[in-house]
């Protein structure tokens, strides 16, 4: 029972473009959300998270923002670089637990 | 540097024979675990523990084993490999809910087993 989807395996724009990574979640108890991203023979990174009480965060490039109603939170990189390519998960938790759900991913190519 | 170290970072071993995975943190983080990325299903968490002498289950356990006697040790051990716990394996830390602080994650195992 997934509880974070990822419905895009992948997503292709060209450098200087706007990205938009999209993440949706079934689980009502989620209160807080984070996106990690993931190169190759690497582990993943932590790379901006939300809480429940806000509909959007922004750090430089990065945006996040979440429709609680809709059960969606979506990652904006605007403008996109060819070294922001690389695998993004979806990862969401409960107040109360310490551990996280992951999506599937989605990988993202930066044409230059 | 802060960073969570795993050994080996590639494994290939034949069915039923034990193998151990360590996962080493240098952050003095309290809460540890272990994910398996595999395709289509992102990551899903073996097992978790808190602090020292006190783990349990995540949502795929069945075939894993780990212990916490330390700190910032976590090792992930399979009693008797077998095939569909081929999968790319990582080991997190952090000092505890992700509000408290993101999760530092090793550079992953790469595991066979045939």
């Known amino acids: 029972d997934q509880q974070v989807k990822q419905n895009s395996p992948s997503l292709s724009v060209q450098e200087g473009r706007i990205s938009i990574l999209n993440c949706d979640y079934t689980?009502?108890?989620?209160?807080?959300f984070l996106w990690y991203k993931k190169y190759p023979a690497e582990g993943p990174t932590f790379l901006i998270s939300?809480?429940?009480?806000?509909d959007k965060n922004e750090d430089g490039r990065f945006t996040v923002f979440l429709n609680k109603s809709a059960k969606h939170l979506s990652l904006h990189i605007v403008p996109s670089q060819p070294g922001d390519s690389a695998v993004y998960f979806c990862?969401?938790?409960?107040?109360?637990?310490?551990?996280?759900?992951f999506g599937a991913g989605t990988r993202l190519t930066v044409k230059p | 540097e802060a960073q969570v170290t795993q050994n080996p970072r590639y494994l290939i071993t034949v069915t039923g024979k034990k193998l151990t995975v360590t996962c080493s943190q240098n952050?003095?983080?309290?809460?540890m675990s272990w994910y398996r990325q595999d395709p289509g299903l992102g990551l899903r968490q073996i097992y978790y523990?808190?602090?020292?002498?006190?783990?349990d289950k995540g949502d795929v356990p069945e075939g894993y084993k780990v212990s916490r006697k330390e700190k910032r040790n976590f090792p992930l051990i399979l009693e008797s490999p077998s095939p569909n716990q081929t999968s790319l394996y990582f080991c997190?830390?952090?000092?505890?809910?992700?509000?408290?602080?993101?999760?530092?994650f090793g550079q992953g195992t790469r595991l066979t087993v045939v």
């Open positions: 997190a830390s952090s000092l505890g809910t992700p509000k408290l602080g993101e999760a530092f």
């Open positions: 689980n009502s108890m989620f209160d807080y």
């Open positions: 939300i809480s429940s009480i806000k």
């Open positions: 990862a969401a938790s409960a107040d109360f637990r310490n551990d996280m759900r």
């Open positions: 952050m003095n983080h309290e809460y």
């Open positions: 523990s808190m602090n020292v002498e006190v783990t």
